[in-house]
Structures are given as structure tokens and as C-alpha cells.
């Protein structure tokens, strides 16, 4: 299983969003650091298809996604920043809404709607009014909407944005278990989370790859005489190195 991008370029008018971004993603999570305006938001959004690219391609397994269509967007999902939530309806009418957006209906729909809820501890919960949820249980049921159709390719925007250190600890968590056979997308300003759970790390600059590779591996290419002290080097080191202006 493979997701392709080659060439990947996005304008806003003179302002290049992504430039010739080429990489390939295998199962695995893949933590996308950079700043604000780095291009995160607007690579996630190509994959998703809400907008349209300006040049290069997105291949799943050789085939184009635009081609594929619903093909790829079943394969495919996809957990917002916590915004826009329904919170006056509870959570098995959130997500059963969100099924049916997905086509799914009758017992298929009934089944994967019960699966999620469980998967993501919400069960117990399912009759209550997602505005009464704790910010920890709301992310959990975006995750949830998300894990509709046991998609191959997850694209988490900021999964802990917000949360209490044991909530975020508590999402990670699950994370990880969900990445088996999956390509996992995750995209956050909390480093340490990508540092605990990614098996990849995406350095991005001003819309273009800087660099790819483990936690370890990057932490390790750090030079000696950048050190600011004798410490151990995290990836926040990475991101001041790599990243820093």
C-alpha cells in the first residue's frame, strides 16, 4: 500500500503553498512539523481533495485519486480540528450522520457506527449530547466519524489541540493502536506528541520538504556545535535547528 506525491504544487496567487513536494507514504504514522504557513494545512487539504492542486500528482497505489474519486475518498478519513462539531446531537447520531454522508446505510451502517464507538470508548456515552462532552471525548469522536469504513489512509489535524495531559496521553494511545496497516497523517504543534508516537517525521519549510526520516535519525544529524548545552537533544531541538529562522 502506497499513497505517491510527486511534484505536489499549490499557489494562492503569488504565493506559493507547497512547492515540487515529492514523497512517498507507506503504512506507518508520519508526524508533519513546520510553522505556521509551511504548507501542513495545504497538504492535507490536496490529499483530502477540498481543493485542487495546481501542478504534480497524488497516486494511491499507482492510481490517481482524482480518477479513483469515491473510490479513494472510501479508503480515506479524515479528523478536523475540533470545530463545527453538532453539539446538541449525542454521539451515535453524530457519527451515524456522518455514515450516511459516507453512503453507508442499514445494518452496514448500524454495525460500523456500533464498531467505532466502541473502538474509541464512547459506547457508554453514545446517548449523550456531544456539548456535554469533555474536550478529550470530543476529539474522540471525531476520531470516531473518522474511523468509518476502516480506512487505509488517516489524516489527523491537530488530534490533541487543547486537551489536558492525560487526555493527550489518552489520544495518542489510541493512535497508535489504529496505525497498524494504515498510513497515518499527523499534523500538530505539540512535539512531543509527534516524537512519542510517529514512526516518520515531515520537516516542512515555506511549502517545501526539508527533510524525512526517524525521530532518532533526525535528532542524531544535529552537529555537535549547535548544542546549546551539554543536555539530550529532543525533537524540538530538531524543529529549532531545521525549522528556526
Given at each position: 500500500m502506497k499513497l505517491e506525491l510527486k511534484d505536489l504544487t499549490k499557489r494562492y496567487g503569488e504565493l506559493v503553498a507547497l512547492d515540487g513536494f515529492t514523497l512517498t507514504f507507506e503504512p506507518g504514522i508520519y508526524g508533519i512539523l513546520g510553522a505556521n504557513g509551511a504548507g501542513k494545512s495545504t497538504l492535507m487539504n490536496l490529499i483530502t481533495d477540498n481543493i485542487k492542486r495546481d501542478g504534480g500528482s497524488i497516486t494511491f497505489d499507482g492510481r490517481d485519486i482524482l480518477e479513483m474519486g469515491d473510490e479513494f475518498r472510501a479508503v480515506l478519513g479524515y479528523m478536523p480540528q475540533q470545530q463545527g462539531i453538532y453539539d446538541r446531537m449525542t454521539a451515535e447520531s453524530f457519527v451515524s450522520y456522518i455514515a450516511r454522508l459516507k453512503g453507508l446505510r442499514g445494518k452496514?451502517?448500524?454495525?460500523?457506527?456500533?464498531?467505532?464507538?466502541?473502538?474509541?470508548?464512547?459506547?457508554?456515552?453514545?446517548?449523550?449530547?456531544?456539548?456535554?462532552?469533555?474536550?478529550?471525548?470530543?476529539?474522540?469522536?471525531?476520531?470516531?466519524?473518522?474511523?468509518?469504513?476502516?480506512?487505509?489512509?488517516?489524516?489527523?489535524?491537530?488530534?490533541?489541540?487543547?486537551?489536558?495531559?492525560?487526555?493527550?496521553?489518552?489520544?495518542?494511545?489510541?493512535?497508535?493502536?489504529?496505525?497498524?496497516?494504515r498510513i497515518v497523517l499527523l499534523a500538530t504543534h505539540i512535539v512531543t506528541d509527534i516524537e512519542s508516537i510517529a514512526d516518520k517525521v515531515i520537516l516542512m519549510k515555506k511549502g517545501r520538504l526539508i527533510d524525512v526520516d526517524t525521530p532518532a535519525n533526525l535528532i542524531a544529524a544535529i552537529p555537535e556545535s549547535w548544542k546549546p548545552v551539554a543536555y539530550n537533544l529532543s525533537l524540538e531541538d530538531v524543529y529549532m535547528y531545521f525549522l528556526g529562522d
Open positions: 452496514e451502517m448500524r454495525e460500523q457506527v456500533d464498531g467505532v464507538l466502541k473502538l474509541t470508548n464512547l459506547e457508554s456515552v453514545r446517548h449523550k449530547a456531544v456539548g456535554q462532552f469533555s474536550g478529550g471525548m470530543k476529539q474522540r469522536a471525531l476520531l470516531a466519524q473518522a474511523l468509518l469504513g476502516d480506512p487505509k489512509v488517516l489524516i489527523l489535524d491537530e488530534p490533541t489541540a487543547g486537551l489536558d495531559p492525560r487526555e493527550r496521553v489518552r489520544i495518542r494511545g489510541f493512535i497508535s493502536e489504529l496505525a497498524k496497516d
